[in-house]
């Protein structure tokens, strides 16, 4: 998996090195537009310890998620930091599926599953706040905000 734009030192992370970082586990809801939901335990890696040892450019404020089948979108490079969202590998204490991503997905806690990128191939560290991904260019909101309860 390629960790690469805005940076002093692009990465390229197998499978095996990427679970060789600290792991974490959390348990959250992934909500879908459609209106259904799913309580999962994940188990991953914080994103921000994958991207760090790349050395961001200090212009950095966005990460954009490429997925193997040419899927993209965005999240804010400060959410992801202070929120320790995870790129997770084991969902319920299993491998992740293909069906759910494998080998890795975003685990962008209270944000709708759109934002969820699956089948993660490329981490791009960008200056762009704007960026759109696919749902996005067809009209879904960029911040994909869950509703305050």
């Not at 960790?3 to 959390?26: C, M, R, S």
């Not at 200090?58 to 997925?67: E, K, M, R, V």
């Amino acid at each position: 998996m390629l960790v690469d734009g805005l940076v002093n030192n692009p990465l390229n992370y197998t499978y095996a090195e990427v679970q060789q970082k600290p792991q974490y586990t959390k348990l959250i809801i992934l909500h879908c537009v459609e209106g259904w939901d799913a309580t999962i335990l994940w188990q991953g890696v914080k994103i921000s310890d994958l991207i760090e040892p790349a050395q961001l450019d200090p212009g950095c404020n966005t990460i954009i998620f490429h997925s193997a089948d040419g899927y993209t979108t965005s999240l804010p490079l400060q959410y992801v930091r202070e929120n320790d969202i995870l790129l997770a590998f084991r969902e319920n204490g299993q491998i992740l599926p293909v069906t759910l991503g494998y080998p890795f997905i975003v685990v962008a806690e209270d944000k709708y599953g759109y934002k969820w990128a699956r089948w993660v191939t490329e981490i791009e560290l960008s200056d762009n706040d704007k960026y759109k991904g696919f749902w996005e260019l067809r009209g879904y909101n960029n911040r994909a905000d869950l509703p305050s309860k």
